[in-house]
């Protein structure tokens, strides 16, 4: 029986979305396809939300990989990606009907440490009865280590646990670890009628 439900942030609840940050930022169709290469699909990224690299590293090891005449737009971008991580549209009532069924709510998400400025916009963090972001444990999604950990920090059964993530590769980390779960397409009445 599901008890709780465990909601990725990025593309589940927030709208990340790096085209959005280089449109504000970059002049040319070249420089948003290098900065998108190399800020967001780079792998300062993914050491980020690991917790490896702070979010201020990032420019200075970007930059190397980026034509000089793009450094200017690179670093608006990597200071201020952030400004794309808006509400989906119903995420909030979706958490606000998640809640008043009786399931619990939990946030499990890859991010790095900007999270706890921006995410607080959305939901404030006692909303949720845990939030667990990757940076601060120093692993990542679909790592098994990272679903066990979960578990073990709010002492919760797997099989107890719905699991929410648009990324397939997530997904199947979780089933892996023994969670029931739910590939996310941007359609929050479908999730209601599994739950």
């Not at 201020?56 to 970007?62: A, C, H, P």
């Not at 200071?79 to 979706?94: H, S, T």
């Not at 999270?115 to 667990?132: H, I």
């Not at 089933?175 to 929050?188: I, L, P, R, S, V």
Request: hydrophobic share 40%.
């Amino acid at each position: 029986m599901i008890k709780n439900i465990v909601l990725d942030m990025g593309n589940v609840l927030l709208d990340f979305n790096p085209g959005f940050v280089v449109n504000s930022f970059c002049s040319s169709d070249e420089e948003k396809e290098i900065i998108i290469k190399e800020l967001f699909n780079g792998p300062e990224w993914a050491l980020g939300d690991k917790g490896v690299i702070t979010d201020k590293d990032r420019y200075d090891l970007v930059k190397v990989r980026v034509p000089e005449e793009y450094h200017e737009a690179l670093k608006k971008c990597a200071d201020n990606w952030d400004i794309c991580m808006v509400p989906l549209e119903g995420a909030k009532d979706f958490c606000d009907s998640v809640k008043e069924k009786g399931y619990k709510i939990y946030v499990l998400s890859n991010a790095s440490e900007l999270f706890y400025e921006y995410f607080p916009r959305f939901l404030p963090l006692d909303y949720f009865d845990g939030v667990f972001v990757s940076s601060d444990y120093l692993m990542l999604k679909p790592d098994l280590k990272i679903y066990e950990a979960f578990l073990d920090k709010y002492g919760l059964k797997a099989e107890e646990c719905l699991f929410i993530d648009d990324r397939i590769d997530n997904v199947k980390g979780a089933e892996k670890a023994g969670f029931n779960t739910f590939q996310f397409h941007g359609d929050y009445e479908a999730v209601k009628a599994v739950i």
